[in-house]
């Protein structure tokens, strides 16, 4: 039963990386607000093939799905 | 051909519709719009929204203050050479398709480099380039597309402020530990004796210890120093309870695990925590769209436009404005500091600063005060005072608004805690005293007993759940309360006194009655022609008000502005004015909204604009009648007295002419004979008697224009229903004692296993969470039921 030591070890480990986790999007401001993310993830990421941009290292930051 | 919406803002367009690529718009600015979208191939835009759209404002020079560096720093978020960020306040943020557009600027302007949307707080914040784009071109850019910032003096003055997400990590750090304590208890729970229980069992209860530790010195600290600073100023507040609960909890449980007596209640314990964080958790809602805390630096512009020698103009930021300098205040621009009026004619807007109603005329010598709106036309002022000693800002170091009377109420809560502690206490000893008596080995384990399953938790819980359901029943329904404490002051009050002028009367609609011959068709239509031409709030009153007709170009215009309006068309002379104007005598009375008529020299009738009261007023005031004593205060004159005696119950007092200081010392002298108050206002002048009552209500007719500081914000479209949202309150309030009622009830249960002696672990760790979970769903529930009658 001596396995009960390391199943109590790795499960808090577990844990504990979720809740750091949690402190980290904390941290990060995702808690702040919670309502415009809801509304993000509904837009469509457009298809741009026929206007190749001009500028395409601003592209990047095109990006919807990219949280700031 | 009227009869269609703009496709770019929804408002309908009328004869002046542009037609552009197959579609039609109201004004030349929204089709401006719509051409920008579509050549940078954005017109997704209109596929999130039907007619999301604003028109842009015309800008002339208005934020020329951003060139300067000094006003730039102080409003932007961060800078490093070719990296500023800003945070915009956008009002015009209202629906996904705004998000988008917004969160896509950089497809608009390479300068830019990202943007992010907070929808809840209507602010977008932006990173960008200034060597591609400079503050200014930024804002010029939103305003090009319909979602001008608002940037005002609060911005300027404001502080960069930490967003406080303490209450979010103590909720984080209590909810993970209250998990998987209550996994780790569960073999001592079932515990049967068996062998490899007892090799182990010392293992989970120092594990289970530690996991509570950052739960009572993290988590529970704001309880623990709330409590003691209670004590310390004489007061029992419901934080005494807690914190005493807490720490016996943690003190009783360390003591039997080392001294291997028992498991310890740590599951209760934490459990306890999480569930008073969560009420407070869910107690902290807030409109972070609406501010309830606007003063007047949130009314006034960041800059204004001194004249130097020689014509020269220079943009200062609003605070170096001093005595003696000359200023341009353009059309539509607020006047700063208390003024001379120099050059030009004034046509100045007082209403939300004094109340008047209509717009006064103001000619080279008069004086001016600050607040006021320049309608048309710009003028030269000279500065009497500096912007912080002008007539309106001496209302704001008014006592009133450091919140002497609001800040004195002890909520419901606290005050049942102090008995509930008392009574505790009380209990314990007792039960101590007895079994010392009877069976001295019991004594100590009943004193903690009790002080543990006293749970003052449903207490603590049944106002914030309570209150912070009415919040958000109440927010859905229009009315916006800034905190729970303020919707537990508007159960109390005894009187309710409401401002005229843009409070009981809306400026949205008019009601116009002509008086004099009935016009011909062709009158008709130069009288509409004319009024069109003219941008003067009468007129366009008036304009609107007509039946449509259709346009036709003015052979001659003339306006002569605080006088009236001359047009001709066809071989139709029209005037339009005062009195004196179109007929050259002097007006009879008090002229209230009058505008005379005639045409071709033959004097017509008159048109009486009148105070348009809210739908509902009458209904409404009879309904309050019942439970409230009632008054109106106005800054207008008296010319209303007879239509408001109509509106309101007989014998109701009516003050007209009140400057701001009269109102605030009349809710005062209220206060003084031990009334509770209750003041429904919305503008400036409201502002000293709204923050000295008890309760103070701003009504709005748009949310994102300014309201002056208050305790909640109503939508003028939800007025007439304002005896409802109070009589709800009352209502709330009933729930909340039913509630301690059953949390009496719990605790009584709970008493008798403390006070027996049979409280074991496992039993605590039932009762606490199932009370609280009850007496959470029984408030929920219930307010939601009573928030289901204002319909």
Known sequence: MSVIYMLLAISISVALIFFVAFVISVRKGQYDDSYTPSVRILFEDELREELPKKEPETKEYNQLDKPF | ?791
């Open chain 2, 1 to 791: 051909m009227s009869g269609t919406d703009c496709f770019h803002c929804g408002t309908p367009c009328d004869a002046e519709e542009v037609h552009f690529d197959g579609k039609s718009f109201c004004c030349n600015g929204c089709k401006t719009v719509y051409e920008i979208f579509q050549s940078h191939d954005l017109s997704y835009y209109y596929e999130l929204e039907g007619a999301p759209g604003n028109s842009p404002s015309a800008l002339q020079g208005k934020y020329d203050f951003l060139d300067d560096p000094l006003i730039a720093e102080r409003l932007l978020e961060f800078q490093d050479g070719s990296h500023h960020v800003i945070t915009f306040n956008i009002p015009h943020i209202h629906c996904s398709s705004c998000i988008w557009i917004l969160e896509n600027l950089s497809r608009l302007n390479p300068g830019v480099y990202s943007s992010q949307v907070d929808f809840p707080r209507k602010e977008a914040r932006v990173h960008f380039n200034p060597e591609k784009i400079s503050l200014k071109a930024l804002v010029g850019l939103l305003n090009a597309i319909g979602y001008e910032p608002s940037i005002t003096l609060e911005q300027y003055d404001k502080k960069q402020q930490k967003t406080d997400r303490k209450l979010l990590y103590q909720l984080g750090v209590a909810g993970f530990a209250f998990g998987n304590i209550m996994f780790l208890s569960f073999p001592e729970y079932f515990e049967s004796g068996e062998f490899w229980l007892e090799q182990y069992k010392g293992l989970f209860r120092w594990i289970v210890f530690t996991f509570s530790l950052p739960v009572v010195f993290y988590s529970g600290s704001g309880y623990l120093v709330s409590a003691y600073k209670g004590l310390r100023s004489g007061m029992l507040n419901i934080d005494v309870p807690i914190a005493l609960g807490i720490l016996v909890l943690f003190l009783r449980s360390t003591v039997e695990i080392v001294f291997d007596l028992g498991q310890g209640f740590f599951d209760s314990l934490t459990g306890l925590v999480f569930f008073l964080l969560l009420g407070k958790f869910f107690q902290q809602r807030t409109y972070s769209f609406l501010s309830f805390e606007r003063d007047y630096r949130s009314y006034f512009p960041i800059a204004v436009t001194r004249l130097e020698e020689e014509g020269r103009e220079q943009d200062i930021p609003v605070y170096q404005v001093e005595q003696g300098d000359r200023l341009l205040i353009r059309s539509g621009s607020l006047i700063p500091a208390d003024a001379i009026l120099l050059k030009g004619t004034g046509e100045i807007d007082y209403s939300f600063v004094t109340g008047e109603a209509r717009p006064v005329t103001k000619k080279s010598g008069d004086r001016l005060y600050a607040g006021g709106k320049q309608l048309r036309g710009g003028i030269e002022v000279e500065v009497l005072k500096p912007v912080s000693q002008s007539y309106l800002t001496e209302l704001w170091s008014d006592a009133a608004f450091s919140k002497g009377s609001k800040t004195a109420f002890r909520n419901l809560t606290d005050r049942i805690g102090k008995r509930f502690t008392l009574g505790v206490l009380t209990v314990a000893f007792s039960a101590a005293a007895f079994w010392l008596w009877k069976e001295p080995s019991l004594a100590l384990n009943v004193l903690t007993a009790v002080l543990i399953i006293a749970c003052p938790c449903a207490i603590a819980l049944a106002a914030p759940f309570t209150l912070g359901n009415l919040l958000r029943i109440f927010g859905k329904k229009g009315f916006y309360v800034k905190d729970a404490e303020s919707l537990e002051r508007m159960a109390l009050v005894d009187t309710a006194i409401f401002d005229k002028t843009g409070t009981i009367t809306t400026t949205r609609k008019n009601s116009i009655r002509y008086t004099g011959i009935e016009l011909t068709e062709q009158e008709a239509v130069v009288l509409k022609n004319t009024l069109r031409a003219s941008g003067h709030p009468l007129s366009q009153a008036l304009y609107r008000e007509l039946a449509p007709y259709n346009i036709v170009p003015l052979d001659a215009f003339e306006e002569h502005l605080g006088e009236g309006l001359e047009g001709r068309a066809a071989d139709q002379e029209v005037r339009v004015g005062s009195s004196r104007f179109v007929r050259g005598t002097a007006p009879v009375e008090d002229e209230g909204s009058e505008v005379h008529f005639s045409a071709n020299d033959t004097y017509k009738g008159r048109f009486v604009i009148q105070n348009s009261y809210r739908e509902g007023s009458r209904k409404l005031f009879e309904q309050l009648a019942d439970a409230y004593s009632l008054a109106v205060l106005s800054g207008d004159n008296e010319s209303e007295r007879a239509s408001l005696e109509e509106l309101l119950p007989p014998l109701t007092p009516m003050y007209f002419n009140q400057k701001p200081m009269e109102k605030l010392e009349f809710v005062r002298q209220l206060q003084r004979e031990g009334k509770d108050v209750l003041m429904v206002g919305d503008g400036l002048n409201d502002a000293g008697a709204l923050a000295q009552s008890q309760v103070g209500i701003a009504v709005s007719e748009d949310a994102n224009l300014f309201t002056p500081a208050c305790d909640a914000i109503l939508d003028s479209r939800q007025f007439s229903k304002l005896a409802l949202f109070l009589r709800t309150t009352k209502k709330a309030m009933k729930i909340i004692y039913m509630s301690f009622a059953f949390s009496l009830l719990y605790n009584l249960v709970g008493l008798y296993f403390a006070v027996t002696g049979q409280l074991e672990p496992v039993i605590a760790a039932i009762l606490m969470p199932l009370s609280s979970i009850s007496i959470v769903a029984f408030t929920t529930a219930a307010t939601n039921w009573i928030g289901r009658k204002i319909e």
